[in-house]
Protein backbone atom coordinates (compact mmCIF):
# COMPACT_ATOMS: atom_id res chain seq x y z
CA UNK A 1 0.00 0.00 0.00
CA UNK A 2 2.60 2.28 0.78
CA UNK A 3 4.12 2.42 -3.01
CA UNK A 4 0.25 3.10 -4.33
CA UNK A 5 0.32 5.95 -1.82
CA UNK A 6 3.56 7.29 -3.44
CA UNK A 7 1.71 6.51 -6.71
CA UNK A 8 -0.87 8.56 -5.86
CA UNK A 9 0.35 11.50 -4.55
CA UNK A 10 2.22 11.65 -7.96
CA UNK A 11 -0.22 11.22 -10.04
CA UNK A 12 -1.93 14.13 -8.63
CA UNK A 13 1.26 16.43 -8.70
CA UNK A 14 1.38 16.81 -5.01
CA UNK A 15 4.35 17.58 -2.66
CA UNK A 16 4.48 15.55 0.37
CA UNK A 17 3.12 18.37 2.36
CA UNK A 18 0.06 19.51 -0.07
CA UNK A 19 -1.10 15.91 0.00
CA UNK A 20 -1.15 15.26 3.57
CA UNK A 21 -2.64 18.80 4.76
CA UNK A 22 -6.01 17.50 3.71
CA UNK A 23 -5.79 14.93 5.58
CA UNK A 24 -4.23 15.65 8.59
CA UNK A 25 -0.76 14.54 8.01
CA UNK A 26 2.34 16.34 7.77
CA UNK A 27 5.02 15.70 4.98
CA UNK A 28 6.84 13.90 7.24
CA UNK A 29 4.13 11.28 8.11
CA UNK A 30 3.77 11.37 4.08
CA UNK A 31 7.26 10.44 3.52
CA UNK A 32 7.47 8.01 6.50
CA UNK A 33 3.83 6.11 5.01
CA UNK A 34 5.80 6.05 1.23
CA UNK A 35 8.92 4.60 2.19
CA UNK A 36 6.80 2.16 4.53
CA UNK A 37 8.56 3.15 8.13
CA UNK A 38 5.12 2.94 8.90
CA UNK A 39 1.48 1.72 7.94
CA UNK A 40 -1.35 3.19 7.28
CA UNK A 41 -3.90 3.47 9.80
CA UNK A 42 -7.60 2.72 8.86
CA UNK A 43 -8.43 6.55 9.12
CA UNK A 44 -5.88 7.63 6.59
CA UNK A 45 -7.14 4.95 4.18
CA UNK A 46 -10.45 6.69 4.95
CA UNK A 47 -9.31 9.75 4.47
CA UNK A 48 -7.15 9.21 1.60
CA UNK A 49 -9.99 7.77 -0.30
CA UNK A 50 -12.80 10.58 0.94
CA UNK A 51 -10.28 13.33 -0.08
CA UNK A 52 -8.95 11.89 -3.50
CA UNK A 53 -11.85 10.01 -4.18
CA UNK A 54 -9.54 6.61 -4.49
CA UNK A 55 -11.01 3.25 -4.79
CA UNK A 56 -10.26 1.78 -1.66
CA UNK A 57 -9.75 -1.62 -3.42
CA UNK A 58 -6.67 -0.40 -5.25
CA UNK A 59 -5.64 1.13 -2.46
CA UNK A 60 -5.78 -1.94 -0.60
CA UNK A 61 -4.95 -4.13 -2.76
CA UNK A 62 -3.71 -2.75 -6.08
CA UNK A 63 -6.95 -3.99 -7.88
CA UNK A 64 -8.97 -2.34 -9.79
CA UNK A 65 -9.05 1.54 -10.66
CA UNK A 66 -7.13 4.42 -8.81
CA UNK A 67 -10.29 6.68 -8.58
CA UNK A 68 -13.26 5.75 -7.63
CA UNK A 69 -16.13 6.12 -9.78
CA UNK A 70 -18.17 8.53 -8.61
CA UNK A 71 -19.82 11.09 -11.04
CA UNK A 72 -21.46 13.16 -8.42
CA UNK A 73 -17.78 13.64 -7.08
CA UNK A 74 -17.21 17.50 -8.61
CA UNK A 75 -20.46 18.32 -8.32
CA UNK A 76 -20.33 17.24 -4.26
CA UNK A 77 -17.17 19.17 -3.83
CA UNK A 78 -18.75 22.37 -5.40
CA UNK A 79 -21.85 21.90 -3.24
CA UNK A 80 -19.68 21.67 -0.18
CA UNK A 81 -17.35 24.72 -1.26
CA UNK A 82 -20.09 27.12 -2.09
CA UNK A 83 -23.33 25.87 0.13
CA UNK A 84 -25.28 24.71 -2.91
CA UNK A 85 -28.88 24.18 -2.67
CA UNK A 86 -30.71 21.28 -4.55
CA UNK A 87 -32.23 23.75 -7.29
CA UNK A 88 -28.31 25.30 -7.47
CA UNK A 89 -27.34 21.74 -8.47
CA UNK A 90 -29.85 21.12 -10.85
CA UNK A 91 -28.45 24.54 -12.59
CA UNK A 92 -25.21 23.68 -12.22
CA UNK A 93 -25.36 20.10 -14.13
CA UNK A 94 -27.95 21.50 -16.28
CA UNK A 95 -25.55 24.17 -17.77
CA UNK A 96 -22.97 21.20 -17.89
CA UNK A 97 -24.65 19.32 -20.11
CA UNK A 98 -25.68 22.10 -22.71
CA UNK A 99 -23.41 21.73 -26.21
CA UNK A 100 -20.69 24.05 -26.27
CA UNK A 101 -22.35 26.37 -28.57
CA UNK A 102 -25.37 27.03 -25.75
CA UNK A 103 -22.79 27.31 -22.87
CA UNK A 104 -20.62 29.75 -24.87
CA UNK A 105 -24.45 31.68 -25.72
CA UNK A 106 -24.98 31.71 -21.66
CA UNK A 107 -21.18 32.65 -21.23
CA UNK A 108 -21.73 35.89 -23.14
CA UNK A 109 -25.31 36.79 -21.80
CA UNK A 110 -23.93 36.25 -18.48
CA UNK A 111 -20.79 38.96 -19.60
CA UNK A 112 -23.64 40.98 -20.38
CA UNK A 113 -25.27 41.21 -17.12
CA UNK A 114 -22.28 41.78 -14.87
CA UNK A 115 -20.95 44.61 -17.46
CA UNK A 116 -24.35 46.38 -16.24
CA UNK A 117 -23.29 46.71 -13.11
Known sequence: MNERIRQ????L???????????????????????GRYNATEQTIFSICRE???NEQWLRT???EMFAEDDGSILAALSREF?????DKRIVTAYLQLPPEQR???????RK???GD
Do not use: C, W
Open 8 to 11: LRKT
Open 13 to 35: KLSGEKFGKPIGLTRMAISNLEN
Open 52 to 54: YHV
Open 62 to 64: GEG
Open 83 to 87: NLDDF
Open 104 to 110: QGVKEYL
Open 113 to 115: LNA
